[in-house]
């Protein structure tokens, strides 16, 4: 299986990175599986800047490095968006990244092309926030169960993680890191 992580956080090596990277772990580990990761913020892809093109020809016509991200999109079996929590939001990057799904949208919705559909490819969220807040995931899960639905993925499971404050705060809790593995480890045993 092919699993893509798109990574979003500007902050290298921080807390989503490392979780991507623990859930990275936990599915290897038992598998043969491939794990690539792509960061948006060395990527250039500019904003929908709502044309309507797509509505017509079904693909965008803005021509930048989302041309990539389309393709790897199609081919992966298991998609992880992996974001940190910006004021109750996904960051502003992989939001960008998502609007531009648009011109997959109206593929499917105007001209009733599907994307590659199959029961067990799904998409994940991977996010974490630096408060303990009781919706601080609501709005990204909304968002991201909106992409699956799109792309004809089943959403989740997600793994979400409140009280990481600063770049290295996962980092320093074992048990934590441990239990990202072990969610990686539950997507290929199950
Ligand atoms: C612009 C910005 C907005 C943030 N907004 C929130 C927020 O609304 N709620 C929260 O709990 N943490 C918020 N945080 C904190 C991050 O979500 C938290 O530090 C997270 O662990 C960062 O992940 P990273 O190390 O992968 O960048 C915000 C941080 C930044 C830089």
């Not at 290298?12 to 290897?28: F, L, P, Q, R, Y």
């Not at 960008?96 to 001209?111: F, G, M, P």
């Not at 998409?123 to 709005?139: E, K, Q, Y």
């Not at 799109?150 to 809790?173: C, F, I, V, W």
Request: proline share 3%.
């Amino acid at each position: 299986m092919y699993n893509l992580f798109i990574l979003s956080s500007p902050r290298k090596n921080g807390n989503s990175e490392t979780m991507a990277k623990a859930v990275a772990t936990g599915i290897t580990e038992n598998s043969d599986d491939r794990c690539e990761f792509v960061n948006v913020n060395s990527l250039s892809i500019a904003p929908c800047v709502a044309c309507g093109s797509c509505s017509d020809s079904g693909s965008c016509i803005i021509k930048d490095d989302m041309e990539g991200l389309y393709e790897k999109t199609d081919l992966a079996d298991r998609i992880f968006w992996v974001s940190p929590v910006y004021f109750y939001a996904l960051t502003a990057q992989i939001k960008t990244y998502i609007d531009r799904n648009q011109a997959i949208w109206a593929r499917k919705y105007l001209s009733g092309i599907r994307h590659r559909a199959s029961e067990s490819r799904s998409g994940h969220l991977l996010s974490c926030a630096a408060t303990d807040g009781a919706r601080l995931f609501t709005g990204p899960e909304l968002s991201i169960q909106c992409l699956c639905d799109t792309l004809d993925l089943h959403y989740g499971p997600s793994l979400l993680l409140r009280n990481l404050e600063g770049r290295d705060a996962l980092q320093k809790l074992p048990q934590t890191l441990a239990d990202c593995e072990s969610f990686g480890r539950k997507l290929v045993t199950k």
